[in-house]
């Protein structure tokens, strides 16, 4: 089973910083891409970075550009998502799953579905 696990989250200032974590486990981690996605209050999830663990490519939509920085370590089956120049839009809770990119979007990988409980974070004005 494909199982993944987004810790890291918290109460943050604006233009402060977070940095997630995501434990992976039951599939190569090498052979997929992960990826970090989000869903705030009353809006659709939505896919913001993505990372091939296996040639180190990463993507990331506009919103988030310049301010997160994905990054894996293949050895320990983590993926993390540094989070700069926090935003209160950027208040979500955030999950990590297997992701497909192109230069403009990220997506979830199917068939994945096993989302869990995800991550809170909260960014105060």
């Known amino acids: 089973d494909v199982q993944l696990q987004a810790s890291g989250g918290g109460l943050v200032q604006a233009g402060g910083s977070l940095r997630l974590s995501c434990a992976a486990s039951?599939?190569?981690?090498?052979?997929?891409?992960i990826g970090w996605f989000r869903q705030a209050p009353g809006k659709e999830r939505e896919g913001i970075s993505c990372?091939?663990?296996?040639?180190?490519?990463?993507y990331y939509v506009a919103a988030v550009r310049d301010r997160f920085a994905i990054s894996s370590d293949n050895a320990k089956k983590m993926v993390y998502l540094q989070m700069n120049n926090l935003k209160p839009e950027d208040t979500a809770v955030y999950y990590c799953?297997?992701?497909?990119?192109?230069?403009?979007?990220?997506?979830?990988?199917?068939?994945?579905?096993?989302w869990g409980q995800g991550t809170q974070v909260t960014v105060s004005s």
């Open positions: 990372i091939d663990n296996g040639g180190g490519f990463t």
């Open positions: 039951g599939f190569p981690f090498e052979d997929y891409a």
């Open positions: 799953a297997p992701c497909e990119s192109d230069t403009e979007t990220v997506t979830v990988m199917p068939p994945f579905s096993s």
